[in-house]
């Protein structure tokens, strides 16, 4: 298999050195752009396999510059910044990123995100049987068993945990998990994820206090871990 190819937009020469360094010796093929155009050019001549995107460039936005990518680049987005508030990560996972890392990073962290968002992109188009520890999701005839046993679950719990089975180690923000499961006219009922959230877990998680599957975002949302 060709090794996957990833395109760093990222405007500061040391952190691209290093994200060049740190992704060459993981195997990975690394192309770099040092502004938002030159990034744009890049991802739509060479069709990168995953971006890693930096939001303060010198020409411009990396929000808009996402939205912008998100008109026809399919494939993951990371954001890799140094603005930290909830208020930018939330606008980033709707501006369409798969994830968001802040500024300074671990680059074990850095490459176990990429890891995951690359096995998601291509998980989207395999079995429609998942299987999470003890856990298994088949979403063809919607059901769901622990430990060999069917969990029941309402309509609204099997569409909340489909949802976030479908987008495996992807950050959900509680408004877009509002709008996929309640509908557009919901997005303001924010108690909503929070306490079906609360009822899957007492169904699928071996501790529902400590869970392994559902993972909390602080202030942003949550995220289905891969196990
Ligand atoms: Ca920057």
């Given amino acids: 298999m060709k090794n996957p190819c990833i395109l760093v937009i990222e405007d500061e020469a040391a952190i691209r050195k290093l994200l060049f360094i740190t992704l060459q010796s993981s195997g990975y093929n690394c192309l770099l752009a040092a502004t938002g155009s030159e990034g744009k050019i890049m991802a739509a001549a060479q069709q990168p396999d995953l971006v890693l995107l930096d939001l303060g460039l010198p020409d411009g936005d990396g929000q808009a510059l996402l939205r912008g990518l998100r008109e026809w680049y399919a494939k993951p987005v990371i954001v890799v910044s140094a603005r930290s508030s909830e ?33 998601q992109a291509v998980n989207e188009q395999n079995t429609p049987v998942k299987i999470f520890g003890n856990l298994t999701v088949d979403l063809t005839t919607r059901t769901v068993k622990k430990n060999g046993e069917a969990v029941k679950l309402t309509s609204t719990e099997y569409a909340l945990l489909a949802l976030f089975v479908k987008n495996e180690g992807r950050v959900l923000t509680h408004a877009f998990i509002l709008r996929e499961v ?25 501790d529902p206090n400590r869970p392994k599957l559902i993972l909390t975002e602080s202030g942003v949302g949550y995220r289905f871990s891969e196990g």
Avoid: M
């Fill in 87 to 119: 208020h930018d990560i939330v606008t980033a996972l709707d501006n369409g990123a798969n994830d968001y890392l802040v500024k300074p990073f671990r680059t074990g962290e850095l490459l176990a995100r990429i890891r995951s968002a690359l096995r």
């Fill in 182 to 206: 309640w509908g557009p006219g919901y997005v303001e009922h924010t108690e909503y994820p929070r306490v079906f959230v609360g009822q899957l877990r007492k169904k699928i998680e071996d």
